[in-house]
């Protein structure tokens, strides 16, 4: 009786933690943490988008100049080019299923945060067969969705920025996070998800607020993910003075010439160059077959 109530014990407190024993703090979001990895994709990235080529050949120089002109970044290697110290967590990973007529097909769904823990902060989400596939595409995506994320004070202007500008809120699904500015020293007072992203976005000191089904993890962490994004979303009176002639052409137009030269072609080097010709030689050695004519019976009409 004292082993089965014990169990029964444990598995309430697991399904009060989301279904993972140990919380947040477990296992699971320990080995979530790790730097930066795979140093050779970046030696061998070969563009294949406009802003890439600019990005590689130098004539963008900063993440700022992208977001200025609100250019869509299609490769995860130029965040990987601007943001070396850009650190990763697995927020969690969830298994999901799909009728299908042989049977339930299952998954596995990933949520990656990264951040520098200073003004930029990603979210990604990816579904795959295999968990560590879906984390490294869950990696990537977060990648691609790296935002700027824009700090204030509280009071008086000493130091540097420490907490959001205004109060701001985001919602996906049912939940809704309130971010509120908070004087120094009060720390980050959130919930363990909404606080992780918070602290990749590079806040010290917030007040916040959720609301309906925060124990869904994935809407509570985009709903904090889409507050972080509201911090760009209006000028404050500090942003009013027209800075419009300080902003030059679009990088586009403006690298023109350098966009119209002719781009390096992607290669496989585990492709030895010469496996072309040795197909050819192979097929002028082997000898050509010759059909013989087969007989036909006289008198057949072919049906």
């Not at 009060?16 to 730097?35: I, K, L, M, S």
């Not at 890439?52 to 250019?71: A, C, P």
């Not at 363990?192 to 990749?200: G, M």
Request: aromatic share 8%; hydrophobic share 30%.
């Amino acid at each position: 009786m004292s082993g089965r109530g014990g169990g029964d014990r444990g598995d309430r407190g697991d399904r009060a933690r989301g279904g993972f024993r140990g919380g947040f703090g477990g296992r699971r979001g320990r080995r979530g943490r790790r730097g930066r990895r795979r140093g050779d994709e970046k030696a061998n990235w070969v563009p294949v988008t406009k802003l890439g080529r600019l990005v590689q050949s130098g004539k963008i120089n900063s993440l700022e100049d992208i977001y200025l002109f609100s250019l869509p970044i299609k490769e995860h290697q130029i965040i990987d080019l601007f943001l070396p110290e850009l650190k990763d967590e697995v927020m969690k990973i969830m298994p999901v299923q799909k009728q299908t007529r042989a049977g339930q097909r299952t998954r596995f769904k990933a949520f990656v945060c990264v951040g520098d823990a200073t003004s930029h902060v990603g979210l990604g989400v990816k579904c795959a067969k295999e968990v560590a596939t879906a984390i490294r595409g869950a990696i990537i995506a977060a990648k691609l969705a790296v935002i700027p994320v824009r700090k204030g004070y509280w009071g008086s202007r000493y130091g540097k920025p420490h907490t959001v500008p205004f109060k701001v809120t985001g919602k996906c699904g049912s939940v809704r996070v309130r971010l509120i500015p908070a004087p120094r020293g009060t720390g980050i007072v959130a919930g363990n998800a909404s606080k992780k992203i918070l602290q990749f976005a590079g806040f010290e000191d917030i007040y916040s607020s959720a609301s309906g089904k925060t124990r869904t993890l994935g809407n509570f962490v985009k709903a904090t993910y889409q507050a972080c994004l509201k911090t760009y979303a209006f000028l404050t009176p500090d942003l009013w003075p027209d800075t419009s002639d300080k902003v030059g052409q679009i990088p586009y137009q403006e690298f023109s010439d350098e966009l119209a030269k002719p781009r390096e072609k992607a290669v496989n080097k585990d492709i030895p160059d010469n496996v072309g010709d040795q197909m050819q030689q192979q097929q002028q050695q082997q000898p050509m077959q010759q059909q013989t004519p087969q007989e036909v019976p006289v008198g057949y009409s072919g049906q």
